[in-house]
């Protein structure tokens, strides 16, 4: 906030806070002094994402039915040379947990199927024995008008339990299926049992993602751009996040009208 009132542009790390309140002060400020504020959503500049999403709005897969989602890894192996339970991902303190951490998959499903409302059910928890006082497991569920005009139902699989890493998503249309993989780095295209690789980055360098992410900051600053991950593409990513949140906690469905995002 002190950056912005001071015309500065600023480069913040996903998720933009720990809760939706927390934001009030920094989009306040961007409302008083415009400036450049991107939100460190960097799968959002993978080849992986960009060319799914390059395919869904060719309309091959027709109507878009469903779509699936799903992240795991287990926790002590992400940073072998540290130790997991004093990390920021453990401690609900630090803003850690599966939801949080993982929230990549949830800014990236919206900015496949743009909804604009949609129904949102989830239930998130600590269900191993990992020494960690934060949810380590999250199951969501969506359902609501895509931007495409179809009704599409999307779920999505959060964990830090996995010991085997995924990272893939699975998109049913009336024309046939997209399955990216994110660990493969991986697109493929199966129409009616024709597959074709649309992508295959088996020597994909994944630093690229990062600085691609960076060059894009400076290029929107450079051209008074709104950036790709946006703050208001931030705000709608935590707007589902406490909707997830408040499901799970309160056991109900939270409907989200999300046309500003």
């Known amino acids: ?18 809760t939706i309140h927390n934001c009030d002060s920094l989009v306040q400020a961007v409302e008083k002094r415009p400036v450049t504020v991107q939100i460190g959503f960097d799968m959002r ?21 469903s779509l699936s989602c799903e992240v795991g890894q287990y926790l002590p192996d992400w940073r072998p040379d540290v130790d997991y339970a004093q990390s920021t991902s453990a401690k609900a303190e630090l803003g850690g947990g599966a939801l949080l ?16 409302k949609v ?21 969501i569920l969506l359902k609501g008008k895509n931007r495409f005009g179809c009704q599409t139902m999307a779920t999505i699989h959060l964990d830090f339990l996995q010991r085997s890493p995924k990272r893939l998503c699975v998109v049913v249309g009336s024309e046939g299926t997209l399955t990216m993989d994110f660990i493969s780095n991986t697109v493929i295209l199966d129409l009616c049992g024709q597959t074709q690789v ?17 060059a894009a900051f400076f290029l929107s600053i450079e051209s008074n751009a709104e950036p790709i991950t946006s ?10 996040i406490e909707a997830i949140r408040e499901s799970s906690e309160e056991g109900c469905v939270k409907t989200l009208s999300l046309e500003s995002c």
Do not use: M, W
């Not at 500049?45 to 039915?65: C, D, I, M």
């Not at 992508?199 to 994944?206: H, I, K, L, M, P």
């Open 1 to 18: 906030r002190i950056l912005v009132e001071k015309g500065i542009a600023v480069f913040i790390e996903k998720p933009l806070s720990n």
């Open 45 to 65: 500049f993978h080849p992986v994402f960009l060319t799914a999403n390059q395919a869904l709005e060719s309309g091959r897969l027709g109507k878009l039915y």
């Open 101 to 116: 951490e993982l929230c990549h998959e949830i800014n990236y499903v919206q900015a496949l199927l743009g909804f604009e």
């Open 119 to 139: 129904e949102v059910v989830a239930f998130k928890d600590k269900v191993s024995d990992l020494d960690v006082n934060v949810d380590d497991v999250v199951n």
């Open 198 to 214: 649309l992508f295959d980055g088996s020597d994909f360098d994944g630093n690229t993602v990062y600085l691609d992410e960076i």
């Open 231 to 240: 703050l208001l593409d931030g705000l709608c990513t935590q707007t589902f």
